[in-house]
């Protein structure tokens, strides 16, 4: 009789041990990142009132609980088209650090949206090729110092464990150029987590 209770005590502890773990196979799933997991980003952004005009973007950043932080280095060529109907290029470099907030996401994070914005400081310097004849003064400097921030909005799909699309629009509102002050663009990249 002993032995016939600590079967069936047996197969209760089993049976318990089993439904548990098929209930928490359930809810685990492979979580795409993690807090403090570093990340590589490489990024093509192109003007969003002018799609021919194309710059490029890296970052790496960190990720956080509730989002992650970035620092990175964009660069953008640019066309003006000045008062004597001649277009002139002018190129903008900047590095910037921010902060994006995950809004939504699917439980393996396998998609997130998130919305944030980023500082940055560069430097623009009009007709760096000299293309621009010698009797047209355009009134402007070599070049202006730039600072302002960049409002964001940016979704990743991961395609697989560690590589991500990256697509997105941003905003940078310049406080120091004399050409423009506002730049939408759109940005279409991949991530990599290291």
């Not at 990142?33 to 005009?53: D, F, G, H, K, W």
């Not at 980023?118 to 007709?127: K, M, P, V």
């Not at 355009?138 to 590589?163: D, R």
Request: hydrophobic share 40%.
């Amino acid at each position: 009789m002993y032995s016939s209770i600590n079967t069936r005590h047996k197969a209760v502890i089993v049976m318990v041990i089993v439904a548990c773990l098929m209930m928490c196979s359930q809810s685990l799933s492979a979580q795409r990142t993690s807090n403090r997991q570093s990340m590589v980003s490489i990024s093509a952004v192109s003007s969003l009132l002018r799609p021919q005009e194309v710059g490029a973007e890296i970052s790496y950043g960190q990720y956080l609980l509730e989002g992650y932080w970035t620092a990175s280095a964009k660069g953008a060529m640019h066309t003006l088209v000045t008062s004597s109907d001649i277009r002139m290029r002018f190129l903008d470099m900047t590095f910037s650090g921010g902060y994006m907030h995950r809004l939504v996401c699917t439980r393996s994070r396998s998609i997130s949206l998130y919305a944030g914005g980023d500082a940055f400081l560069g430097f623009e310097t009009y007709d760096p090729m000299n293309e621009l004849p010698s009797n047209i003064d355009t009134g402007l400097p070599s070049g202006s110092f730039l600072y302002g921030i960049a409002p964001q909005v940016v979704a990743e799909f991961f395609l697989t464990g560690k590589l991500a699309l990256v697509a997105g629009c941003s905003s940078p509102v310049n406080f120091s150029s004399p050409i423009t002050m506002v730049r939408p663009n759109l940005i279409l990249g991949l991530r990599m987590n290291i």
